[in-house]
Every structure is written in structure tokens, then in C-alpha cells.
């Protein structure tokens, strides 16, 4: 399977073989890479790329991925021929992001009215014995965030919005 996604103005070319149960062989930009997956929940998975493990949070929608490997964020564009074309870029209006696991908040990093930028800590959310900062996958205004230490959320429950 290839793929091609965008980094900034960086073209970022993937190239995906399956070689066995969770083992793929995997080309990032023609460099080759052994990678064995370990899926721990639908957004969260552990890859052992080369021997080094490094823990991958992905969340999808029509316009990007948000990528956080070992708690660094990336975005990857998903760009059509079209927009590529035109040089068109969409921009995303307002974003609700979701737990994909019930936990308790422990710190709130931010307030609603803020302005925050892309990849900025907004809180940070225990699940399952671990603390994970949540960061915003976009710059804007924080629109929603009515969460407080201590409280806790379940699956899907919102945890804050930018616009």
C-alpha cells in the first residue's frame, strides 16, 4: 500500500508490506524499516521500528492525521490533487476533542477564551495508571473546556474545543 501525506510543505511518501501478524515492512520516503505493531486501543499502538519502541496516538479526520509519537506532535495533511493544484489550503473552523478512553483529569493547562497554539498542552488526562497530555491539533481559541482536576470522563466525552 503506498501512501502520500504532507508534514508543513514536506512530502512524506509511505510505503506499507505486510509480512506477517502485526509485522510489516515499511518504507518512509525509500528508507526501508522493519516495524512490529502492538494495537492497544483504536487510536493508541506501540511500534517497535528497528528495535526502538515508540508509543503512537492518532487521531483522524477528513483533513489530517495528528500524529503524537513518544508525546511529540506532527500533523499530517491529507491533500487531493486538486488542492494541491490550486495551492488550497482548508482551514478547520472548530475541532471537539474526544477521550478515546475513560480517565480522571489530574491538571488543566490552559482556560477557555485562550488563544493556544497547534500541539500546545491543553490538560492532562490519567488512563489506565498513565498521565498523557492532551494537545490541541490546532491553533485557535479554546472555545469549551468546563473540566476541573479531579473530575472524570468516559469514553467519548469531550474534553475541550478550538475554533
Same mark, same amino acid.
Given at each position: 500500500?503506498? +501512501? ?5 510543505? #514536506?512530502?512524506? /511518501? @509511505?510505503?506499507?508490506?505486510? $509480512?506477517? #501478524? ?5 518504507? *518512509?520516503?525509500? /528508507? =526501508? ?11 493508541? @499502538?506501540? @511500534?517497535?521500528? %528497528?528495535? $526502538? ?17 513518544? #508525546?511529540?506532535?506532527?500533523? @499530517?495533511?491529507?491533500?487531493?490533487? *486538486? ?10 473552523? $472548530?475541532?471537539?476533542?474526544?477521550? !478515546?478512553? =475513560? ?5 488543566? *493547562? ?26 490541541? =491539533? ?6 469549551? *473546556?468546563? +473540566? $476541573?482536576?479531579? %473530575?472524570?470522563?468516559? !469514553?467519548?466525552? /469531550?474534553?475541550?474545543?478550538? #475554533?
Amino acid at each position: 500500500m503506498n +501512501l502520500v501525506f504532507w508534514h508543513g510543505q #514536506e512530502e512524506v /511518501r @509511505l510505503n506499507l508490506e505486510e $509480512k506477517g #501478524e502485526n509485522i510489516f515492512q515499511v518504507a *518512509l520516503n525509500g /528508507r =526501508p524499516h522493519a516495524v512490529r505493531v502492538e494495537f492497544l486501543s483504536g487510536d493508541e @499502538l506501540l @511500534l517497535n521500528i %528497528d528495535g $526502538k519502541v515508540y508509543n503512537v496516538i492518532i487521531h483522524s479526520n477528513p483533513q489530517a492525521h495528528s500524529v503524537f509519537v513518544n #508525546e511529540k506532535f506532527f500533523k @499530517l495533511e491529507k491533500k487531493s490533487a *486538486l488542492r494541491i493544484l490550486n495551492g488550497a489550503k482548508s482551514k478547520i473552523r $472548530k475541532r471537539e476533542i474526544k477521550t !478515546t478512553m =475513560p480517565g480522571r483529569i489530574v491538571r488543566i *493547562l490552559a482556560a477557555e477564551g485562550e488563544e493556544i497554539q497547534e500541539g500546545q498542552a491543553v490538560l492532562v488526562l490519567e488512563a489506565m495508571k498513565m498521565q498523557n497530555e492532551i494537545k490541541s =491539533p490546532q491553533a485557535g481559541r479554546l472555545t469549551y *473546556l468546563r +473540566l $476541573k482536576p479531579g %473530575d472524570h470522563v468516559e !469514553t467519548g466525552a /469531550r474534553l475541550f474545543s478550538v #475554533e
